[in-house]
């Protein structure tokens, strides 16, 4: 069964400050995707990453997939308050189910 | 265009009744998947239809099934609800499946609370 691991689970810091989401496996995805989900609404696609190294950029989020395809992080520079809400990694191996990580409830503060 | 519909967006139910939740995709989609998502499990799949044939399946008992229609709307239904089925369903749809990091579009989801 393939397991993703997020860290940290929760994460409350300043307006302003620069913040690293991580995501864990000790499997290997063929793609990795990230997620925001605000309360009361379904997640929202942010990146699809695919290929191992590869780093992505949307904005103040960066998302690089980890050189074998097992980890990926999220970092988040000069957080704002809008960026408020969970953050979700989900991987899938070829044809096969998405499978979430645990997620990451981020609050930021003005 | 329209986004993935889920109804109803809440409700209530009582231990031992069954439940029906529906989804209806953004057209054009063929594929359709399910999760529950709770506080302490986190968003798990359910299962996902593909043009009315169920490709993948997560590790729920029986009592979750579902079924897809000719129109690519789909259906889950839950039997004998226990109180932990209390939760957030979630419906997302996708022109090819959940594979292969093909982009999924999640509703809003139906949240079920079983008293």
């Known amino acids: 069964t393939q397991l993703l691991e997020q860290s940290p689970q929760f994460l409350s810091i300043q307006e302003g400050e620069n913040l690293t989401v991580y995501c864990n496996s000790s499997?290997?995805?063929?793609?990795l995707q990230w997620y925001r989900q605000e309360p009361g609404e379904g997640p929202v696609l942010l990146v699809t990453?695919?290929?191992?190294?590869e780093v992505k950029k949307l904005k103040r989020l960066t998302f690089q997939f980890g050189d074998a395809r097992k980890d990926s992080s999220l970092h988040i520079t000069a957080a704002q308050p809008g960026d408020t809400g969970l953050y979700l990694c989900a991987g899938t191996e070829g044809a096969q189910k998405l499978v979430f990580g645990q997620g990451t409830r981020l609050t930021i503060n003005p | 265009k329209a986004g993935v519909t889920q109804t109803p967006r809440y409700l209530i139910k009582t231990r031992g009744q069954q439940v029906t939740l529906s989804c209806s995709p953004i057209?054009?989609?063929?594929?359709v998947s399910w999760y529950q998502q709770t506080p302490g499990q986190g968003l798990q799949f359910l299962f996902e239809?593909?043009?009315?044939?169920?490709?993948n399946k997560g590790n729920f008992p029986g009592r979750f099934s579902g079924r897809q229609f000719s129109n690519s709307r789909s259906e889950m239904n839950v039997s004998t609800l226990e109180l932990g089925d209390s939760a957030l369903y979630l419906c997302?749809?996708?022109?090819?499946?959940?594979?292969?990091?093909?982009?999924?579009?999640f509703g809003e989801g139906s949240w079920l609370t079983v008293v």
């Open positions: 057209s054009g989609h063929r594929s």
């Open positions: 499997s290997v995805f063929s793609s």
């Open positions: 997302a749809s996708s022109v090819a499946g959940t594979g292969y990091g093909n982009t999924i579009y």
């Open positions: 239809y593909f043009s009315e044939t169920q490709r």
């Open positions: 990453v695919v290929t191992g190294g």
